[in-house]
């Protein structure tokens, strides 16, 4: 039997997302045209300190305060600070118009954090993005990037996240948490890989990155504006 109030969250968040893809669409096309986006495969430089409130935003109060801090400059990622807890706190930039704001755990610190600052390091060179494909799948099959080799946790809390959906266009996404499934695809959930209209395949989770080394199996757990969601201080 399906929870009735589980399902009218699901369905409410779905349409949250159609209301302001609009909105996105726009945003992100006003950011390509920028001088410093124009012509670039380089994400627009945020003020460091709103990005690392926003890096922690991701994050569970219990981890954001002391979670490594990355921020984005000309070069690539820059720590801004260190970790005692072995979580790390970084926006990443999947796509140069996306903005992801992740709270990666110790394994996920060890295994797709090191993918993610080269990602941002050959931008910065100005490589294509067939190039940093082509390096990034090169690196997986030397083994100079690793898959995780455990269960473990992505948190992505914060109400600012825009991400690509399964088209390539990038939407508004709720808070949600990501647990770790290596080369694990939406059939191995009981999708059918039918899309919701955000983009996003049907059901109260699916897998990002299907079948690749860094997929992930997304769980979307609903705004969090109370005690239990880091503020962006």
């Known amino acids: 039997m399906i929870n009735r109030p589980y399902a009218v969250t699901v369905a409410l968040i779905r349409i949250w997302l159609l209301g302001l893809a609009a ?15 124009a012509g670039s495969q380089e994400p ?83 490589k294509s993005p067939d190039e940093i494909k082509r390096f990034v799948a090169d690196a997986f099959a030397k083994g100079v990037f690793q898959p995780p080799t455990r269960p473990g946790v992505d948190y992505m809390l914060s109400t600012e996240n825009l991400v690509p959906n399964t088209r390539g266009i990038v939407v ?17 959930l009981g999708s059918d890989g ?15 990155g299907e079948g690749t080394p860094h997929a992930l199996i997304i769980v979307p757990v609903g705004v969090h504006t109370g005690p239990g969601h880091a503020k962006q201080e």
């Open 44 to 126: 627009p430089l945020m003020d460091p300190q709103k990005e690392i409130a926003l890096a922690l935003s991701a994050c569970p109060p219990s981890v954001a305060g002391k979670a490594a801090v990355y921020v984005l400059d000309s070069s690539g990622y820059v720590k801004v600070r260190d970790s005692q807890n072995g979580f790390t706190a970084i926006v990443q930039h999947s796509l140069p118009t996306s903005q992801e704001p992740q709270c990666i755990d110790a394994e996920g610190t060890r295994t797709l954090l090191p993918r993610m600052l080269k990602v941002a390091e050959l931008r910065a060179q100005g």
């Open 23 to 37: 909105q996105i669409t726009i945003s992100a096309s006003a950011a390509a045209q920028s001088p410093q986006a």
């Open 172 to 188: 508004p996404f709720p808070p949600h948490v990501m647990f770790y499934g290596p080369y694990l695809t939406n059939a191995d």
């Open 194 to 208: 039918d899309l919701g209209p955000d983009g996003t395949p049907a059901g109260p989770a699916f897998v990002a």
